[in-house]
């Protein structure tokens, strides 16, 4: 009997696009484990598995502001679940509102943020009474906030923020705040809008968790001895394919975008500025 469900299948199809029957067979190979069979599909050679967004229904929109004066930057995604929702002036002034207190009671998590207080109500309440009002499901789904006092340098960088529409008529639905070492309003722009495009997991290969890479090259491995070659040529086939996986996850070794003949880190060289940070938000994706 197989140990996954329908929803499993549909979960599996919608993170990697891979077909159902493909998704059936991974899962019964990882006994309903969805993670292992996301590493199964890889190993069998499905294309994009692992790279394609989630194609989760959740509307809402992303928001952000900086306050230039003090270096902070403020970056909020707050859910609902239609579109007709996310458009209204209601909830448009919501996450305005909530976006505030983040920069202003500078919460550490979100059960501080619900807590936090405005104008006599918390953000909890806020939100029962949009979810009252607009007759849907509201929801703080995540936020980041940079700043010297949450910086592992401890001193004020420079915060930039990028917002995109995916539609005209519908508020953006893809953030990026960036911090730099120093102010270059251009480059900081440029390059949160490469983040948005490219969808960077980490700054540099050192943010690379070990165990990550360590994982890379067993799937690196498994995959080319399923491709049966030959066993003196895997050290260099692993490490290749590793190289290939950091340049897809790590900013500063990816193409630049506007210039693909250079990378973002060579960009920012010749900038003389570096990433300090970033936080890269699409509505609906975790």
């Known amino acids: 009997m ?24 991974a899962l019964t190979e990882a006994d309903g484990d969805i993670e292992k069979a996301i590493e199964v599909l890889r190993i069998k050679g499905q294309k994009g598995v692992g790279k394609r967004e989630s194609r989760d229904a959740s509307n809402g929109l992303v928001t952000a502001v900086v306050d ?3 270096g902070t930057g403020v970056m909020l995604e707050l859910n609902c679940e239609t579109d007709f929702v996310a458009k209204t002036d209601g909830f448009q002034e919501l996450a305005a509102t909530v976006a505030g207190i983040i920069e ?20 909890k309440e806020l939100l029962d009474q949009a979810n009252a009002t607009l007759g849907e499901k509201i929801e703080v789904s995540r936020f980041a906030r940079f700043a010297a006092d949450n910086s592992a340098s401890g001193t004020p960088g420079f915060v930039a923020t990028y917002l995109h529409k995916s539609s005209p008529d519908l508020p953006p639905t893809v953030g990026v705040l960036i911090e730099l070492d120093a ?15 490219m969808m960077p997991r980490y700054v540099s290969r050192d943010e690379i968790p070990e165990e990550t890479l360590a994982n890379e ?22 490490e290749g394919r590793v190289n290939g996986f950091v340049k897809e996850v790590a900013l500063v070794d990816q193409p630049f975008v506007r210039e693909a003949k250079k990378t973002v880190g060579a960009v920012l060289a ?17």
Not at 110 to 116: D, Q
Not at 183 to 197: L, P, R, S
Not at 217 to 232: D, F, L
Request: hydrophobic share 40%; net charge neutral; aromatic share 2%.
């Open 183 to 197: 102010e270059n309003a251009g480059v900081a722009k440029d390059v949160a809008q490469h983040i948005a495009a």
């Open 2 to 25: 197989a140990n996954y469900t329908a929803a499993d299948v549909k979960k599996l199809r919608e993170t990697t696009g891979a077909g159902m029957m493909d998704c059936k067979n």
């Open 217 to 238: 090259r067993r799937i690196a491995e498994e995959t080319a001895r399923e491709e049966g070659k030959p066993e003196q040529a895997l050290p260099r086939i692993i």
């Open 104 to 123: 202003i009671e500078k919460p550490a998590d979100s059960a501080a943020l619900l807590a936090a207080g405005h104008n006599g109500a918390t953000v």
């Open 270 to 286: 010749e900038a003389g500025v570096s990433v300090r940070r970033f936080e890269r938000y699409r509505v609906g994706q975790a």
């Open 68 to 70: 230039s004066a003090t």
